[in-house]
């Protein structure tokens, strides 16, 4: 591992504003920085909608931010919980992978580079998703350059915009997004990531972290959304000619340690799709429940849809992820 250190820019709210106001489209260059990990590539798709945008504050704070209180920052300068996040910063600046490259299409332009803070679906360097965890979890256990590749919508559910194929009806508008994006990708590493030595890349693995339009959306999608999982997750695997690819899906988190009626009907239906996917062994469930914190201790305490906008819980969904993908490949290596 690679781990080196950006500059920070002070956060202004004014500024931050001013730049959502003018609808400033976010420009990224092809990523400069080295591969620092060998080849092959090992590539990774994390999809889903505005859980798996990121919605974690990192360092924002004020009365919009319920004065700080449980971002990323709030984290640091706790001494019970900064060992856990303390990996992410150095002094005034996020910490930078080299080994861990990320490509994300957010609406606010295309984003790549090395893992590190920004990678979400908000302009800036001031938010995070599961990547930021999860990309270290995978870092640390490969030897091999890692690439996530981020595909994620807000407001998308399973049942419509994510259809499968194989569910029969229309298919997904985002569901065909989510292909070409990785396609988009994939085409030319090289152009995207210019250190790229050519060695090719490996799909290693999916992860589905999403559910919140179908709890609250029309009707059948909950009661149909194992089925359109499963139907996803054997429709990506032919996409791409990987009938075994390790899938990680993650439980909806929400606002809720234990949810009710629906809410809970979705995250069972989550869990029997992992439970009955073919091969058997090839999906695993990841429970997520247990990483809510309150509202009030918070930066966003109105967003129950977005967790909160916690970070501890953000980190720790990407922590997850990442253990149950790592079990997934270390499973398919020894084979």
């Not at 606010?108 to 360097?125: D, E, T, V």
């Not at 988009?184 to 152009?191: Q, S, Y």
């Amino acid at each position: 591992m690679i781990v080196r250190i950006t500059g920070f820019v002070g956060m202004a709210l004014v500024v931050l504003a001013a730049s959502v106001l003018c609808g400033a489209e976010e420009k990224s260059a092809p990523w400069a920085g080295p591969q620092a990990g060998r080849g092959p590539l090992k590539v990774f798709v994390l999809a889903g909608q505005s859980n798996m945008e990121g919605q974690a504050v990192a360092d924002l704070e004020g009365k919009h931010y319920n004065e700080g209180k449980g971002t990323l920052m709030s984290l640091l300068r706790d001494p019970a919980k900064a060992p856990l996040v303390r990996h992410l910063r150095k002094g005034d600046a996020w910490t930078v992978r080299d080994d861990v490259w990320v490509y994300f299409q957010a609406a606010s332009g295309l984003k790549r580079g090395a893992l590190s803070m920004g990678f979400a679906g908000y302009g800036g360097k001031h938010h995070f998703g599961p990547e930021l965890q999860f990309g270290h979890v995978m870092g640390d256990a490969l030897d091999n350059q890692v690439l996530i590749i981020k595909t994620a919508w807000g407001g998308k559910s399973l049942f419509k915009e994510f259809r499968p194929p194989s569910s029969g009806g229309e298919t997904g508008e985002y569901y065909t997004k989510m292909i070409q994006e990785i396609r988009e990708c994939l085409g030319d590493i090289k152009k995207h990531f210019p250190a790229y030595d050519g060695k090719g890349y490996e799909l290693a693995g999916l992860v589905w972290y999403q559910g919140w339009n179908d709890g609250c959306g029309p009707k059948g999608a909950v009661e149909e959304y194992e089925q359109n999982l499963l139907n996803l997750i054997a429709d990506f695997r032919k996409e791409f000619k990987s009938p075994r690819l390790p899938v990680v899906v993650g439980e909806l988190t929400g606002p809720w340690v234990e949810a009710t009626g629906r809410w809970a009907d979705l995250r069972r239906a989550q869990a029997a799709a992992a439970r009955n996917a073919k091969p058997t062994g090839s999906v695993v469930f990841v429970e997520t429940h247990d990483f809510v914190r309150k509202p009030e201790d918070s930066p966003n305490p109105s967003h129950g849809h977005h967790e909160f906008g916690n970070a501890e819980t953000y980190f720790l969904v990407g922590q997850a992820l990442g253990e149950g993908m790592k079990k997934l490949v270390a499973g398919r290596t020894e084979r």
